[in-house]
């Protein structure tokens, strides 16, 4: 859980987007330990929300700041957070199959075995993972320095308050995602479900360091919540289902080559349990549909239709409280002068005699 900075709403915003740029590297580096081929699940969820939440604080801060952050080394933060997404959806669909177990055929066990361990296998094979935790440690060392050069270079309060210029970043936020929900009109919607989500996270990343200082925020980042964890599993179902479609046609292809080394050249390859991982995709398939479709229906009469609007309002009442804050100059991060020691005065007339 980051630690944001209680002065955050009146620092300037300069100087507010370098202390968060900070905190979320500070969480990207705990997390860092437990990265790697195997990596431990949580570690691996932390370290994708903070390099998440720096990559939403140089995006939507940009405009006003400029590019402190230059191209590379923002090229370089989405090339580190796009390498854990392997990782990560193979840990979630592993644990969405461990669930679905008990429910299952002895029939069926075979084929959510037989994709469980195509999936560990590809994960624990990904050579990304092997590098991520030495990319990051360049990454982190690399920011931070340029972080520290961009603060020391700042001497007087760079324009609004953190706050001001959050406020109006938030109501362009939920405006967006207002019209990506909008967008979601049946299950199979699942790109605009997809969009959606990440319009409602960008939301609720930009709100809650300012939760503080904005009446009704903490209900709203609750409401949010809420949305992404709908939209999170329905995205879940269906990469699920995308998952499995790979699946059946490797398994497809797999038998194919058999008939084909066998026909050709009378050399048979191991043979697959007659058709019984088809039965037991065939049954996950069924069930991540079933779960996506219900998610869609829990979804309708909260966010969807009439209700997307219904997020706008509840903004502009928090926001209110935030346009009005100026920058404290007491606060501002200054360059510190150099030390100098002083010289020894002149003795005054009659000192010393």
């Given amino acids: 859980m980051t630690a944001f900075p209680r002065n955050l709403p009146g620092l300037s915003t300069r100087d507010g987007v370098s202390e968060l740029a900070r905190a979320y590297l500070d969480d990207a580096r705990r997390a860092a330990p437990g990265l790697g081929p195997r990596s431990d699940p949580d570690a691996l969820h932390d370290f994708r929300v903070a390099l998440r939440r720096l990559r939403g604080l140089f995006r939507a801060y940009r405009a006003p700041l400029g590019p402190r952050v230059p191209k590379r080394l923002r090229s370089r ?15 979630v669909m592993l644990a969405w199959i461990a669930g679905q177990m008990k429910g299952l055929t002895r029939s069926e066990r075979v084929g959510a075995r037989w994709l469980a361990e195509r999936l560990r296998e590809r994960r624990d094979a990904d050579p990304e993972a092997r590098r991520l935790p030495t990319r990051f440690e ?6 931070r320095k340029r972080l520290a050069a961009d ?3 700042a001497e007087t309060p760079a324009g609004p308050s953190f ?3 959050t406020a109006r970043l938030v109501t362009d936020a939920a405006v967006s995602l207002t019209e990506a929900l909008r967008t979601i009109r049946t299950p199979d919607d699942t790109e605009a479900a997809h969009d ?63 008939a084909h080394d066998l026909q050709v ?8 349990k007659r058709g019984r991982e088809d039965t037991g995709l065939l049954a996950l398939a069924r069930r991540a549909r079933a779960r996506r479709d219900d998610l869609f229906f829990l979804l309708q009469p909260q966010w969807l239709g009439e209700h997307a609007a219904e997020v706008i309002p509840l903004v502009r009442e928090g926001v209110a409280t935030l346009s009005t804050r100026r920058a404290d100059p007491y606060r501002i991060i200054r360059r510190v002068p150099r030390f100098r020691t002083p010289r020894p005065s002149a003795p005054a007339a009659g000192e010393g005699l």
Wanted: charged fraction near 30%; hydrophobic fraction near 45%; glycine fraction near 8%.
């Fill in 196 to 258: 959606a989500r990440l319009a409602g996270k960008r939301l609720r990343y930009l709100l809650e360091p300012v939760a503080d200082a904005a009446a009704g925020a903490p209900a709203l980042i609750e409401r949010l919540r809420s949305l992404q964890e709908l939209l999170g599993e329905f995205n879940e179902c269906q990469v699920m289902l995308d998952e499995i479609a790979e699946a059946v046609e490797s398994l497809g292809a797999a038998r194919a080559r058999s």
């Fill in 77 to 91: 933060l989405t090339a580190v957070a796009d390498a854990t997404g392997a990782g990560r959806d193979a840990d």
């Fill in 151 to 153: 603060a020391r270079a």
């Fill in 163 to 165: 706050a001001g210029t």
């Fill in 265 to 272: 050249e009378g050399k048979p390859r191991p043979r697959l």
């Fill in 138 to 143: 360049r990454l982190d060392r690399r920011l």
